[in-house]
């Protein structure tokens, strides 16, 4: 059965803006849900055995590379059983959090998700990130050209020699100006930005479920 995968991998909990506005998308979307958290339960990251193991014949695979195996065989099989993608991806330190890659280096494997004779085998599902971050990045501001979440995940997740997800972004900014004394006069464009990114949230689920 078709599902949305819903991945989170803020560190906040329940205080993550990025996880408050994937819940307004969540409010809104009619189906079943596959939540990971890799907050609360990472992934290992890809070792050097997870790697042998990938071309490793089944039946010679040691132990340490059967168990690597069984991790990236069973978060593919999470992947490639949805119909829609929702990932919470807040920006840490102007990158992503390292949870997140390291799913990302688990289900990217060739001839099963990338590399394939006919594309990506999840080409052209719709995906959303959700990336808050404390600052804002946009045009114009001190921080232009500092966001390398954004940019490296429409990569990794959409283009056709990757993931290939028709993938939509929304990054409700300025998130530390409610705490952060010097930002205080900065809190109106930052709870504007959530609240559009709230709306837009709940836009797009129903625009996901209206095109599958």
Known sequence: MSYLLHIDSSSLGADSVSRQVAQSFRDSWQGPV???????APVPHLSAVGIAARSADQAARTPEQA???AIQEELIEEFLGASAYLFTVPMYNYSMPSVFKAWLDQVMTVGATVALPDGPSAAGRPALVVSARGGGYGPGTPNHGM???????ETVLGHQQALG???SVLTPELTLAPVVPYMSELIPLHEASL???HEQARKLAE??????
Do not use: I
């Not at 939540?35 to 609360?40: P, T, V």
């Open 147 to 153: 966001d390398h979440v954004v940019p490296t995940l």
């Open 34 to 40: 596959v939540h990971r958290d890799l907050g609360a």
């Open 195 to 197: 609240a559009d990114s």
């Open 67 to 69: 168990a690597a195996a």
């Open 207 to 212: 625009a996901f479920q209206a095109a599958l």
């Open 165 to 167: 997800l028709d993938v």
